[in-house]
């Protein structure tokens, strides 16, 4: 087996380790909206809320089982929650009435 061969396979069972693996799920804050509106994610796992829109973004929830303030979010920033806390639950953006998501954990 050649070094080049080797190197592919150590490449792509890292990719696919990663895959099995990967916990953290994006959302986009972008033109006014939450991307993706709708997520089911698992229990401990972690979303990072980043904001692509030119204006300050907010995530929060009312939910007393995952009491989510993220503050100001600015253009091409990022902020995380860990939801430790299963259920269904509706995150707001504090800046903009109309933004909202449904997040289902489990
Ligand atoms: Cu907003």
New binding site residues.
């Given amino acids: 087996m050649n070094k080049f061969f080797t190197f592919q396979i150590l490449f792509l069972a890292i990719i696919f380790c990663g895959q099995i693996y990967a916990t953290d799920r994006i959302v986009e804050?972008n033109s006014?909206e939450f991307k993706p509106v709708k997520m089911q994610i698992k229990l401990n796992d972690t979303v990072t809320f980043i904001n692509t829109d030119n204006?300050f973004?907010?995530v929060y929830s009312t939910s007393k089982k995952n009491p989510i303030h993220l503050g100001a979010i600015a253009n091409s920033d990022r902020a995380e929650y860990t939801f430790t806390n299963s259920g269904l639950f509706e995150l707001r953006?504090a800046?903009?009435n109309d933004?909202s998501m449904i997040i289902k954990v489990e």
């Fill in positions: 804050l006014l204006d973004h907010n953006c800046v903009h933004m």
